[in-house]
């Protein structure tokens, strides 16, 4: 369970984040999204203390972050940052480790677990032996996603997660990621300005603007009752973009 209580973040008299509230329910997956600099990315970072909150509390798994060290904090929580954040001269199965190794897991143990998620991810295994730019975008992706679940956390921070790639791409790792049976039992934060994806992925959408969230709900409700203009346009504008892209793409094939 992870509990926001009036969050706010200034940087230099940027109110980045403002008075935000919200609760995820164990196993469940809340969304926030927006357009580019509403504040989501600010958000999410303060769950990990990778930004700390300027006002507000924020419990997860029933304890109050501030009073934990960052270092244990992130023991619990997978995080995916928006350029995958792999380490450019460690290998696959490197980058993979990275946290199993500070938990002082066995090799055969982490082996075994790279070659699982691997499998699952749809990665060949000779894979674990390249390096990151010897991978594609959507390739990258995989690994990061693989690094962030490979020590079973119950919490998942994902920003923009398949942000980069292109529409074909993004539905094919976004497919495969959802099929993840790691996945089902996760507490999931995911940043995303895609509406398609939101409805998809969200059990809860908190719908953000200049840094407050605007309408939160699940994703009937922004879709059939939206509070007032800013998310019925928010919505329908890029629902619109979809279907044109769809248009576009089965046309070409
Ligand atoms: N370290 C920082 N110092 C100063 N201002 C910052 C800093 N980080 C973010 N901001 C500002 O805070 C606001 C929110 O940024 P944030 O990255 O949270 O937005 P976002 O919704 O995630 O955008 P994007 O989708 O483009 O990543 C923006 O105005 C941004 O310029």
């Keep these: 369970m992870i509990i926001a209580d009036r969050i706010s973040k200034h940087f230099n008299g940027i109110e980045a984040v403002k008075d935000v509230s919200f609760q995820v329910s164990e196993g469940e997956t809340m969304v926030l999204l927006g357009t580019s600099g509403c504040g989501k990315t600010t958000t999410l970072k303060m769950l990990n203390r990778l930004i700390e909150a300027t006002s507000g509390r924020i419990e997860i798994l029933g304890k109050d972050i501030s009073k934990e060290k960052p270092e244990i904090l992130r023991r619990s929580i997978g995080y995916v940052s928006q350029n995958n954040g792999l380490f450019p001269h460690y290998t696959v199965a490197e980058n993979i480790a990275v946290v199993p190794k500070l938990l002082n897991w066995p090799a055969n143990d982490i082996g075994r677990h790279t070659d699982r998620l691997l499998e699952q991810l749809k990665l060949p295994a000779n894979f674990k032996d390249k390096y990151p ?15 962030a679940l490979i020590a079973d956390p119950p919490v998942l921070l994902l920003d923009e997660p398949f942000g980069a790639l292109d529409p074909v791409t993004r539905a094919s790792v976004r497919r495969d990621f959802t099929e993840l049976p790691a996945l ?17 992925l969200g059990d809860q959408i908190c719908l953000m603007d200049q840094g407050r969230i605007v309408q939160q709900g699940k994703p009937g409700d922004l879709l059939l009752r939206p509070v007032n203009e800013f998310v019925h346009a928010f919505l329908g504008q890029q629902l619109e973009d979809i279907s044109r892209i769809y248009e576009r793409i089965r046309a070409q094939a």
């Design 184 to 200: 089902k039992q996760k507490t999931t934060v995911l940043v995303t300005h895609d509406v398609q994806e939101a409805l998809q």
């Design 133 to 147: 730019d010897e991978l594609s975008g959507g390739q990258q992706q995989r690994v990061s996603i693989a690094r």
